[in-house]
């Protein structure tokens, strides 16, 4: 049993106050310091409300919020506005997977050709994976193979130090997914979620947090993939089907 669940209730009353302060301070125009935090609240009740009261609708909603923020940190950095270097980085590619994961295809889309190409993007700053991954599912989203086939081959040449074994499984599904192979893609999935169970337990990245209830990641591949034609089902509560657009 994932350990954060006997805490989601309290989890719950912490953010939802905390975003009643974070409105609050937005509207007094710190907007561009407390977007990003704002963001990953939202984030955090989608999966509460799904998980509590299968509210599909309020996950749905409230993960297109918060890319919607996000999307705003960069639109107003690009307008010369004070915002962080570090909201506007290649990171940003995890907001990716919420707005894929609220079915919006077209706000991931805007988003994703925003992410990258920035001074902040740089290994000074930021893993080799996280670049490498990062760009391969912006030019994914943006449905350019030529781009994404170029940083997945530099994503699967990564040295195994320097890489996170537990998100094997979507370095597959990129591979397949440029090679035609559907076959390959829906095999690809199941290592995604053996990988996403790895990585919620210890000290992994996905331990205690949200992505121990749902696999945001993994549900934002698959409903970017059944977009594209791909028949693919969930077979896993991880992936919930019902949040499968």
């Not at 994703?112 to 994976?129: H, M, N, T, Y």
């Amino acid at each position: 049993m994932s350990k954060i669940i006997s805490r989601l209730d309290r989890i719950e009353k912490m953010e939802r106050e905390g975003i009643i302060k974070l409105r609050s301070d937005a509207e007094k125009g710190a907007l561009n310091s407390v977007a990003n935090l704002w963001a990953l609240s939202l984030r955090n009740l989608a999966i509460i409300d799904f998980v509590k009261k299968n509210d599909v609708i309020a996950f749905r909603s409230q993960m297109r919020e918060a890319s919607l923020l996000k999307l705003g940190l960069f639109d107003r950095f690009d307008k010369g506005e004070k915002v962080a270097a570090s909201y506007v980085s290649l990171l940003s590619y995890k907001f990716l997977f919420m707005a894929l994961a609220a079915g919006d295809l077209d706000l991931a889309k805007k988003l994703a050709s925003k992410i990258g190409g920035r001074p902040v993007d740089c290994e000074d700053r930021l893993s080799r994976f996280d670049i490498t991954f990062g760009s391969a599912l912006k030019f994914f989203v943006l449905d350019d193979k030529e781009l994404m086939e170029v940083w997945a081959k530099k994503l699967a040449e990564l040295h195994p130090a320097e890489t996170i074994s537990g998100l094997s499984g979507y370095i597959e599904v990129f591979q397949n997914y440029l090679n035609n192979n559907q076959q390959g893609v829906v095999a690809g999935f199941s290592e995604i979620i053996k990988g996403h169970k790895k990585l919620s337990v210890g000290k992994n990245i996905f331990a205690n947090t949200m992505d121990e209830l749902v696999c945001v990641w993994g549900l934002g591949m698959m409903n970017l993939l059944r977009a594209r034609g791909y028949k693919i089902q969930s077979n896993d509560s991880l992936i919930p089907e019902i949040l499968v657009v």
